[in-house]
């Protein structure tokens, strides 16, 4: 409703680009476009795929997922910075990833996760897709990220007047 009456309102505020982009917002199923509506009010453009629970939805998430991939709503194979890589998962998720290389540097496979990221952050500052992070697979998650949040931030601009109010 509140991206509908944007669009109606500031419509001559908006570029064709954006005009389009929220009509095809517009026209998502309903449970892609609630799964979109909630990920854009959440903090952050990167989410594992594993981690969006929402029963409510009248698809499952993963139906949700494809059809906002195909649609261009989201990048399935985000390139991850080390901050973004320990953000997103769990130390048991990332220390058997790290051990090895940790070991071999003179430290202790069972260091925090906090010191971990410190001793990662020179020698892999690169961003990397999550499977070069993350090679062994196992439970890894897929990782998407929003692709047009700029355009939300404009379009909670123009609704609220300012950027400090958050969606909620």
């Known amino acids: 409703i509140l991206v509908a009456w944007v669009a109606n309102h500031h419509a001559d505020l908006l570029t064709e680009q954006e ?3 929220l009509a095809a917002f517009s026209g ?8 979109l509506t909630r990920m854009v009010m959440r903090t952050g453009e990167l989410f594992r795929a594993d981690k969006l629970r929402y029963p409510e939805l009248p698809v499952p998430e993963s139906e949700a997922l ?3 991939v195909q649609a261009g709503w989201l990048d399935p194979a985000p390139e991850l910075s080390v901050d973004d890589l320990f953000r997103l998962f769990t130390l ?8 090895d290389w940790l070991q071999q540097q003179g430290h202790p496979k069972t ?10 952050a020179e020698p892999f500052n690169a961003p990397r897709a999550l499977g070069a992070w993350l090679p062994g697979g196992g439970e890894a ?6 692709q047009d949040m700029a355009l939300f931030d404009r379009i909670r601009l123009m609704f609220f007047g300012n950027l400090r109010q958050s969606w909620t």
């Open 28 to 35: 998502l199923a309903t449970g892609p476009r609630a799964l």
């Open 111 to 120: 260091l925090g996760k906090a010191r971990m990221r410190e001793l990662l």
């Open 92 to 99: 048991a998720e990332l220390r058997p990833e790290f051990a």
């Open 66 to 68: 494809r059809t906002l």
């Open 19 to 21: 005009r389009n982009r």
């Open 141 to 146: 998650s897929t990782v998407v990220r929003l």
